[in-house]
Structure formats: structure tokens, C-alpha cells
DNA sequence: ATGACTCGCAACGCGAGA
């Protein structure tokens, strides 16, 4: 069984405990992380390495950042996403570990809608789709896991008013996201887990952790050699509930050998 | 209630996050 964990840390210096803690006892074979925000140097790689991880790592001084940690070598690292040379925001990395080829992502939030961001995560989210449809011609396991930005569906928040208008729920950012999975790609919590309101993001503020007020917005792709092997999808909410928590939680995937 | 938290920066409040 290969398991396979996403998570948006929310700066991995400040959650650095958290994380190795989560680390020795989840014992996950690949991690994707993102919201890093640090350089590469400033990667806490002794750490990490020490439990037994490799480390492929995109960084940037104060925002964004991605990560691809594995217990196996990390074979052919892309560490960007193709489509747009002037793009610096280090929101992309992809390599071949554990006979996967697997990308961490961290895809633009988009807000406010009337600014130049969301025209920018509209044209991330196409050069994604380009991407991803080029990995399909692998004919191989692929995972596209991480930190999307996107409400999939109204049962996806608890407030889909709340969130009208809002560049992780509109139309077009849903349409753009549908555009992906409609390549053949398989969203794996949904494929599992009919359940509505089960979320991955809770609010710092206003006590949403509290009221369970949260999105669904960090998702794990699979191409249709990955989906075959899919055995279980979780959230694993017990590190939003800790002290100096990320603000985002961990969603962890088996796959079958 | 255009607010509420939490982060990095090198700030001593601000931008960004979602």
C-alpha cells in the first residue's frame, strides 16, 4: 500500500512540530505540502530527513512554496508548472517516487474577483489542465494532490451564499476545475465519501473551527491507473485541532501496490 | 460589523490568506 498525504501548512516553520509529529505517527510514503513560505535554504531539511523523508522543494521568500517528500528517491523533479515562463510564484512541484508520478500543488486563491488575481488563477488553473493532459499520455499512475482553491460544490462549504462570488466558488473557477476531472482525472474523497459538508479548511476567525464552518478545497487528482488502486481517502482532522494549528487539514490516500 | 485570526517581514502596522 502506498499512502499518499496532502497538506497546506500554513508556513512550515511555524507548524514545523505539528508536522513532524503528524509525520511519525501518520507515516505517510509521499507528502505533498504547500504554503512553505520560505526560500529553499530555509527548508527545515535536517528535520525532515531525519524521519526518513527526501525532499523536492520550490520555495519563496514570505509566501506560497511547495514541497514533495517521500520515504523512496525522487526521480525527474519539474519545478514548475509549464505554460508561462514569467510566472516566479513557486506554486508547483512534480516528480516519479514510488512508481507515481505525483505533483504538489498550490493553485492561486484568485481573490478579490476584480483584480488582476483572478484572471491569474483562471489561466493557472488552464496551463493545469494542459498539464495534466499531457501526463494522461504516460498511461501511468498520476497524482495531482494539493491546496486547489476550489469549491467544488455547494455541499462543499457550509454556506454556499456565503460564498457567492467568491473566486473558490464561481462558476467559472468550478467549470475550470470540472475541466480537469473531465480528462479522465478522479477527485478521490468524492469517488469514496457521498457525504456532504466535510471539509478540509476552517477559518482562523469567528470560530469557524468551533462551528465546523469550513470548504473542501484541497483535493487529490488521479489519473484512471491511479483511481484503479484507489482503497481509501480520509481527512484527518486532528491537527486543526491542535495548538499554533494550520489553518487547513490533511487529506491522506491508499493506494494498492 | 468591509470585522474577526495567523503568518512573514524587519514591520513596531501591513499585505495576504480563503
Given at each position: 500500500m502506498v499512502k499518499v498525504a496532502t497538506?497546506?501548512?500554513n508556513s512550515i516553520k511555524a507548524r514545523l512540530p505539528i508536522l513532524l509529529d503528524w509525520l511519525e505517527r501518520a507515516r505517510p510514503d509521499v507528502v505533498l505540502?504547500?504554503?512553505l513560505k520560505c526560500v529553499e535554504d530555509n527548508f527545515p531539511r535536517f528535520e525532515i530527513?531525519?524521519?526518513g523523508y527526501k525532499a523536492a522543494v520550490v520555495g519563496q521568500k514570505s509566501y506560497n512554496g511547495v514541497a514533495l517528500l517521500s520515504t523512496a528517491p525522487i526521480e525527474d523533479p519539474v519545478t514548475r508548472l509549464p505554460g508561462d515562463e514569467a510566472d516566479e510564484q513557486a506554486r508547483y512541484v512534480e516528480g516519479t517516487t514510488h512508481g507515481l508520478r505525483v505533483a504538489s500543488i498550490y493553485l492561486p486563491?484568485?481573490?478579490p474577483v476584480a483584480s488582476d488575481k483572478y484572471p491569474y488563477k483562471l489561466d493557472w488553473m488552464a496551463r493545469l489542465r494542459d498539464h495534466a493532459r499531457g501526463l494522461l499520455e504516460r498511461e501511468q499512475a498520476v497524482v495531482?494532490?494539493?491546496?486547489?482553491?476550489?469549491?467544488?460544490?455547494p455541499e462543499d462549504c457550509y454556506d454556499p451564499a456565503a460564498w457567492s462570488g467568491d473566486a473558490l466558488f464561481k462558476p467559472e473557477t468550478r467549470g475550470a476545475f470540472r475541466e480537469i476531472l473531465n480528462l479522465g482525472y478522479t477527485e478521490a474523497?468524492?469517488?469514496l465519501h457521498?457525504?456532504?459538508?466535510?471539509y478540509t479548511f476552517w477559518d482562523y476567525q469567528a470560530g469557524a473551527w468551533q462551528n465546523d464552518q469550513g470548504v473542501r478545497i484541497d483535493h487529490v487528482l488521479l489519473s484512471p491507473q491511479a483511481a484503479d488502486r484507489?482503497?481509501?481517502c480520509t481527512i484527518d482532522k486532528e491537527p486543526r485541532g491542535k495548538e499554533r494549528a494550520s489553518d487547513h487539514t490533511p487529506v491522506v490516500c491508499e493506494l494498492s501496490p
Open positions: 497538506w497546506n501548512v505540502l504547500q504554503e530527513e531525519a524521519l486563491n484568485g481573490n495531482l494532490g494539493g491546496d486547489y482553491n476550489v469549491i467544488p460544490a474523497f468524492r469517488a457521498a457525504e456532504p459538508h466535510t484507489l482503497m481509501d
